[in-house]
């Protein structure tokens, strides 16, 4: 084949993952010689976002575990002395796919009764009494019936995100994406809602000042208690005495040993600390903290959302990576590498060899043999494209709600709307994400059950009840008002799933996978089961340090403004501007 | 709500009439996207220009009337070599300025790819600029105006030939582009989410929590 790639680099890396991608990024950035592959033809491996067609697309490919082209095992590239390795297959980890619509496939009847409404009403439009003509309303309802087709035809609105994930205010991916000045190629939008799941129905967590003071969740005496813990939290030091005798406890003796009442217990425990009954103290006290110091930086709560889904951010490192000389290479599969003497000295490619110093590459595509004992199981995932928001309010809401399962990990629920460009109009995504026991449909049913209406609609009647209930149109907003805070899910009032999609994959995050690899190679985990990124951040700081301890991870990017382009100083006039390019 | 800090959003207008706009640049290697950049904002011209490391960002004010246009000019950073253009590239793209070179006929038709795809990927509505570079290479001309401008109609693209080298018409194809996009809508089609900056909330940490 036609292959103009050069040859030899400092590192190559193999898949556009997250932690991949800010390795290649940070090592592109001290200048090294970067070789970026990914044997797909988008960015993102395991932490993309899918358009709806490239969804089913990745599930085709998932289901029919795309197997490697066989790799000859003698190749006149690979030396005597020289061992070849057949790369692993990225579809082979993901498994109990489970996809279900619970819509038809389309609406033939609404056209009909759509086009026999307007005939009708063709010679006098009657004004209804909310000043739509009976046209437009029944427009109006049609819009809101949904079928297979119509989620089709309006696919590529859709981002849906394979590992979705929130980013801490003042966590370390948000520091990194500032003072590597990477940040400036994508935008956020804050969480604005934090729920959680108590006695049966959804409350607003009370997270900020203003949200203590203001909830009718609880009462005057716990919002002093409230405000009281929240204070020593974030004002601890590990010299102080609060703590103590609490290190070998759990985090729910310590909020016990203070009188908290259960209403105030669950949501410290479970939406605060972001913990469960089991979290030892000084975890939960770290979570707080953190939860507690990045409120207030951007938004009402400590968490940002990224436009167009998360599989956004790998591409901002990849950027980087490019802009500094890095070379990129999707729809390009590594089959073996090549190792002598435990180092890793190239990779084949497409006929290609490709030498490399530093080999960095995603779990999904490492050898069977890196792996070791690495299990093959982790997450449970779910995928729900719904009709509305799980808990409505007059305006589209960003929502976080970890809801507890007793004595388990939390099912982790992250709802987003059509203004961060993950859905169409009319729709919200709901992601969920726990970790594997059984399996994903399993393992999600509760929050399934509690949260979402699941029987099939026919996609002939309109929940209409819902609808005039519901207060997302502006006139019956104010209701909402008094209302919103605490809402009891009526089963009328649930969003109806329209397609569902389950699946298992690994979860790595815990396991040391410098073990079976050679010394020069760098694995990287999947998406790990916590909310935010700390893990994928630490990990590739931690592989790039391995790989180049003595350069700085990272360090700011100049704005072209700064450059001075390596031209003679009497290079012509600039292009008449009255005003300076500015940094932004 | 959220969205306090206009300064620090890509698009739109503020009230000192500036309006600013993302515009991508597109078209093979080598066709000469960054000359035409590098000859815009800095006036400048290169004739061994390397692909550019490290400028793949900048920014250009043209004056119109009485409204500043500000252009965030994003490069392919040349993940555009092998197929590899990342979808954040076009995000929120408001205009575009697809390139070739008027003495490659094979950049011309990859040209017509980066506009298809540009519909496809790219915010409704963007600009999409057409520009026939290396015009001082006229002698050895191998795609016609004609043809070009007959192309460009019939897709609604403005057109123009450029030199970054002499500079020909590159002040002129900005500032077409810059006359074409709608300066006064509130509907603005970006992302409309926030930039994360420094300065923002460094010295309020828990202004708004429990002290």
Known sequence: ?584 | MANRAVPQRPNGQTPGKICQFKLVLLGESSVGKSSLVLRFVKGQFHEYQESTIGAAFLTQTIHLNDVAVKFEIWDTAGQERYHSLAPMYYRGAQAAIVVYDITNQDTFERAKNWVKELQRQATPGIVIALAGNKLDLNTMRSVQTDESQTYAYENGLLFMETSAKTSANVTEIFKAIAEKLPKNETTNTAGQGRRLVESEGANKSLSSCCK
């Open chain 1, 1 to 584: 084949m036609e292959d103009d790639l050069p040859s030899k680099y400092e590192v190559i890396v193999i898949g556009t993952g997250m932690t991949e991608s800010i390795v290649a990024a940070a090592a592109s950035r001290i200048g090294k010689r970067v070789l970026h592959l990914d044997r797909n033809d988008y960015y993102g491996g395991m932490w993309a976002s899918f358009t709806f067609e490239a969804l089913q697309k990745w599930l085709d490919e998932c289901r029919n575990g795309k197997t490697n082209d066989s790799v000859k095992t003698s190749s006149p590239l690979v030396q005597d002395t020289e061992k070849s390795i057949t790369i692993g297959n990225q579809f082979s980890t993901v498994f109990n796919i489970e996809e279900k619509w619970f819509i038809p496939e389309k609406l033939p009847s609404v056209g009909n009764l759509l086009s026999a409404k307007i005939t009708q009403t063709e010679d006098s439009p009657k004004e209804s009494k909310d000043g739509l003509t009976e046209t437009e309303a029944t427009l109006k309802q049609s819009d809101k019936l949904w079928c297979q087709a119509k989620i089709k035809t309006m696919g590529r609105k859709f981002n849906l995100d394979l590992a979705p994930k929130l980013l801490f205010s003042r966590g370390t991916l948000v520091e990194l994406l500032i003072s590597s000045n990477i940040s400036r190629y994508a935008e956020f939008r804050c969480v604005n809602r934090i729920l959680t799941w108590q006695s049966d129905k959804l409350e607003t967590v009370p997270c900020s000042r203003a949200d203590v003071f203001a909830t009718k969740n609880v009462g005057l005496i716990e919002k002093r208690q409230l405000m009281q813990l929240l204070t020593l939290c974030v004002e601890y030091k590990p010299e102080s005495d609060e703590f103590k005798g609490f290190e070998d406890k759990t985090l729910k003796q310590y909020l016990e040993s203070k009188g908290l009442t259960e209403n105030l217990m669950h949501y410290v425990l479970y939406a605060i600390a972001m913990s469960n009954d089991t979290t030892p103290c000084m975890v939960g006290v770290e979570r707080t903290q953190r939860f507690l110091s990045s409120l207030g930086r951007y938004g009402n709560t400590p968490f940002l959302w990224p436009m167009y889904g998360t599989g956004e951010l790998p591409q901002c490192f990849c950027r980087l990576c490019a802009v500094f000389g890095g070379v990129y290479h999707l729809k390009r599969a590594a089959d073996s590498v090549i190792s002598a003497n435990n180092e890793c000295k190239a990779i084949l490619s497409d006929g290609s060899r490709l030498d490399c110093d530093h080999l960095v590459m995603g779990v999904a595509d490492a050898p069977p043999e890196f792996l070791g004992s690495v299990p093959k199981a982790g997450l449970s995932r779910g995928i729900f494209i719904i009709d509305r928001s799980i808990s409505t309010t007059d305006k589209e809401s960003l929502t976080l709600l970890q809801f507890p399962i007793k004595g388990k990990e939390p099912i982790t629920v992250i709802e987003a709307g059509p203004s961060t460009h993950v859905c169409p109009p009319g729709l919200y995504l709901l992601h969920m994400t726990t970790k594997q026991i059984d399996n994903a449909v399993n393992d999600l049913k509760p929050a399934v059950d509690a949260l979402l209406h699941s029987e099939y609609a026919d996609g002939t009647t309109i929940r209409i009840n819902t609808d005039t209930q519901s207060t997302q149109t502006s006139k019956e907003g104010d209701s909402s008002a008094s209302s919103g805070e605490s809402n009891i899910l009526d089963e009328s009032l649930k969003p109806q799933i329209l397609y569902a999609l389950y699946f298992n994959c690994p979860e790595t995050s815990e396991y040391d996978l410098s073990q079976n690899v050679p010394s020069n190679v760098h694995l990287c985990s999947g998406p790990d089961l916590a909310v935010d990124y700390e893990f994928a951040v630490k990990q590739a700081k931690s592989i790039f340090s391995k790989m180049y301890p003595d350069s700085e991870f990272l360090p700011r990017a100049p704005d072209p403004e700064e450059l001075s382009l390596e031209v003679d100083e009497a290079a012509g006039p600039p292009f008449q501007s009255s005003e300076e390019p500015k940094e932004e």
